[in-house]
């Protein structure tokens, strides 16, 4: 046990109740709200958006944006596709975002595996890719009109040129 001396009783010491400040108003330009982020969701990672901000009983918003999301305490309703709905605080949110994107912003997806291909009109035939240079036969080689279905791990499925898979 210490004793007090007549100098610890400073401005904002630990005895002293906080000061309650007020949560930040809804704002059009707010980031988090209609974001889109992949979750893990037991062995499986889900899609969900972010539809609200949560409230409290008397319909005020929860929480105070900060510049630095760590410090961001506002909460928000994330809807996934079936349907369920979770309450997430803003710096999980800015986490999972900044998690699937790229040095360039870009999203960034885990590819699971290839289920399906196809060809459109715009590939070539066999014959075409057959081609005689200086007396050589070989094959000319492209992959225009070629797509590969490609299942991701948050489980979505997309058809994508094989040019941008290779």
Same mark, same amino acid.
């Given at each position: 046990m210490f004793d007090k001396y007549e100098d610890d009783e400073v401005e904002g010491t630990p005895d002293e109740p906080l000061e309650e400040l007020e949560p930040t108003p809804d704002l059009s330009t707010d980031v988090y709200l209609n974001a889109s982020i992949v979750l893990p969701r037991g062995e499986k990672l889900a899609q969900g958006k972010v539809v609200r901000r949560k409230r409290d009983v008397d319909g005020? %918003?929860?929480?105070?944006?900060?510049?630095? %999301?760590?410090? /961001?305490?506002?909460?928000?309703?994330? $809807? !996934? $596709?079936?349907?369920? $709905?979770?309450?997430?605080? =803003?710096?999980?949110?800015?986490? +999972? #975002?900044?998690?699937?994107?790229?040095?360039?912003?870009?999203?960034?997806?885990?590819? /699971?595996? !290839?289920?399906?291909? +196809?060809?459109?009109?715009? =590939? #070539?035939?066999?014959?075409?890719?057959?081609?005689?240079?200086?007396?050589? =036969?070989? #094959?000319? +080689?492209?992959?225009?009109?070629? $797509?590969?279905?490609?299942?991701?791990? /948050?489980e979505s499925t997309t058809w994508e040129k094989l040019s941008d898979l290779k």
């Open positions: 005020n %918003p929860i929480g105070r944006e900060n510049q630095n %999301p760590i410090l /961001d305490t506002r909460r928000y309703d994330v $809807e !996934f $596709e079936d349907g369920e $709905e979770t309450e997430l605080t =803003a710096n999980v949110i800015a986490e +999972r #975002m900044y998690a699937q994107c790229d040095g360039n912003g870009n999203d960034l997806l885990l590819l /699971d595996s !290839f289920v399906d291909y +196809r060809k459109s009109e715009r =590939a #070539m035939s066999l014959q075409d890719q057959q081609l005689t240079v200086n007396g050589k =036969a070989c #094959m000319k +080689r492209s992959t225009a009109g070629w $797509e590969i279905c490609v299942l991701w791990k /948050d």
